[in-house]
Nanobody
Framework: QVQLVESGGGLVQDGGSLRLSCAASGRTFSSYSMGWFRQAPGKEREFVATISWSGGIIYYGDSVKGRFTISRDNAKNTVYLQMNSLKPEDTAVYYC??????????????????WGQGTQVTVSS
């Protein structure tokens, strides 16, 4: 089992920045690839970014590419999502997730085994 707890969400103005954190506990964090997803009201959950267990493979969703950066610190059992140039359309609940499948980056929510409770990000115009 892996327990995930997100933090760092909040209210920010258009063009601002936020840094989300996801702290993991339980089984060995460094064995898992991590992902960030988001879900806005009335919309399906959307892939944001993923990072492999080593940090060597990173992939972003098209809507955040060039603005968001995913990273991880295995010594701290934490994955981060630095969000810059935020837009009102980035408003959503952001979730971190973990999976242990090797190979290509996983972009579908059903490919992830463990999920956090989510943190709200609201970008005002």
């Amino acid at each position: 089992q892996v327990q995930l707890v997100e933090s760092g969400g909040g209210l920010v103005q258009d063009g601002g920045s936020l840094r989300l954190s996801c702290a993991a506990s339980g089984r060995t964090f460094s064995s898992y690839s991590m992902g960030w997803f988001r879900q806005a009201p009335g919309k399906e959950r959307e892939f944001v970014a993923t990072i492999s267990w080593s940090g060597g493979i990173i992939y972003y969703g098209d809507s955040v590419k060039g603005r968001f950066t995913i990273s991880r610190d295995n010594a701290k059992n934490t994955v981060y999502l630095q969000m810059n140039s935020l837009k009102p359309e980035d408003t959503a609940v952001y979730y971190c997730a973990a999976h242990s499948i090797t190979g290509r980056p996983r972009l579908r929510d059903y490919e992830y085994d463990y999920w956090g409770q989510g943190t709200q990000v609201t970008v005002s115009s």
